[in-house]
């Protein structure tokens, strides 16, 4: 029985089945994937089949998806419809206008039931999850010891924060984690790592390996925090596309990072 979390797969169906078939999934496991499965990557509806099928999925709302709905609640709006398709919709949308209405409909209606956040608990260490973050502003006191607690906290975050904040989350501590190292550990994705550095001033190399690929990046362990990192980007890049990101999941029990190139015509 594991807990696993993935990010911004973007399409890129193939890859992540292969990440995924290393892990070897299981009943009793659990996978918890970030949002924007979709737009940018050939093979959106692939990604979401995956993602519904996996045994003790969660599925959260990412930017994309958020873009997606826009269009969808407002068919005739010509600026949310440009947005989309800025920001790499036309793939997905081609890909729903392939299904019959009915599966079409299907697709949206699951997507449009997504939540915004989440958090969990693993080998005593409570995991708080969200697309891109959280807004260190509208946390309030402590302790985060309860669910009903963490409940409460995700609550009083705004949606637009949970689906896009970027800098103001990982620039500064979230004020989860003390001094003693106790505390929720916020896990986002929606900024890849390589350009992480960017964001918080850090440099160019944040966010790659010795050998130059994106990987997961922990920020924030210092002495306010006890030593622990408060924030976890796992946003590995794979809407880049082959030759710049790559599919990262991540076990939480254990901290094993399961990443898969993404090849040319994936």
Same mark, same amino acid.
């Given at each position: 029985?594991?807990?696993?979390?993935?990010?911004?797969?973007?399409?890129?169906?193939?890859?992540?089945?292969?990440?995924?078939?290393?892990?070897?999934?299981?009943?009793?496991?659990?996978?918890?994937? #970030?949002?924007?499965?979709?737009?940018?990557?050939?093979?959106?509806?692939?990604?979401?089949?995956?993602?519904?099928?996996?045994?003790?999925?969660?599925?959260?709302?990412?930017?994309h998806?958020?873009?997606?709905m826009?269009?969808?609640?407002?068919?005739?709006?010509?600026?949310?419809?440009?947005? @989309?398709?800025?920001?790499?919709?036309?793939?997905?949308?081609?890909?729903?206008?392939?299904?019959? &209405? &009915?599966?079409?409909?299907?697709?949206?209606a699951?997507?449009?039931?997504?939540?915004?956040?989440a958090?969990?608990?693993?080998?005593?260490?409570?995991?708080? #999850?969200?697309?891109a973050?959280?807004?260190?502003?509208?946390?309030?006191?402590?302790?985060?010891?309860?669910?009903?607690?963490?409940?409460?906290?995700?609550?009083?975050?705004?949606?637009?924060?949970?689906?896009?904040?970027?800098?103001?989350? @990982?620039?500064?501590?979230?004020?989860?984690?003390?001094? $003693?190292?106790?505390?929720?550990?916020?896990?986002?994705?929606?900024?890849?790592?390589?350009?992480?550095?960017?964001?918080?001033?850090?440099?160019?190399?944040?966010?790659?390996?010795?050998?130059? $690929?994106?990987c #997961?990046?922990?920020?924030?362990?210092?002495?306010?925090?006890?030593?622990?990192?408060?924030?976890?980007?796992?946003?590995?890049?794979?809407?880049?596309?082959?030759?710049?990101?790559?599919?990262?999941?991540?076990?939480?029990?254990?901290?094993?990072?399961?990443?898969?190139?993404?090849?040319?015509? &994936?």
């Amino acid at each position: 029985m594991a807990t696993y979390v993935f990010s911004d797969v973007h399409g890129h169906a193939a890859p992540l089945a292969r990440a995924l078939e290393r892990t070897e999934p299981s009943e009793g496991d659990a996978y918890y994937c #970030l949002g924007d499965m979709i737009d940018r990557g050939p093979d959106p509806l692939g990604v979401i089949s995956l993602v519904r099928g996996l045994p003790g999925s969660h599925v959260l709302m990412g930017n994309h998806e958020d873009l997606m709905m826009a269009c969808m609640r407002e068919p005739d709006n010509t600026l949310n419809a440009a947005n @989309w398709g800025m920001n790499g919709g036309i793939v997905t949308s081609e890909a729903l206008a392939s299904l019959s &209405e &009915e599966e079409a409909d299907e697709v949206v209606a699951w997507v449009a039931g997504l939540p915004l956040c989440a958090h969990v608990e693993v080998a005593g260490r409570s995991y708080v #999850l969200a697309h891109a973050g959280i807004n260190p502003e509208r946390v309030g006191e402590g302790p985060w010891d309860t669910p009903e607690r963490l409940d409460a906290l995700l609550a009083a975050q705004r949606p637009d924060d949970l689906m896009w904040i970027r800098e103001d989350f @990982w620039s500064r501590h979230t004020g989860l984690v003390d001094e $003693r190292g106790e505390g929720p550990v916020v896990i986002a994705g929606h900024t890849p790592t390589p350009y992480l550095g960017m964001v918080t001033g850090e440099g160019a190399d944040l966010g790659r390996d010795e050998e130059g $690929r994106a990987c #997961l990046v922990r920020l924030g362990a210092d002495g306010s925090t006890g030593g622990v990192a408060d924030r976890w980007d796992i946003d590995a890049g794979a809407a880049g596309g082959h030759g710049f990101g790559r599919v990262l999941v991540l076990r939480l029990d254990d901290g094993r990072e399961f990443y898969e190139d993404i090849a040319e015509d &994936e």
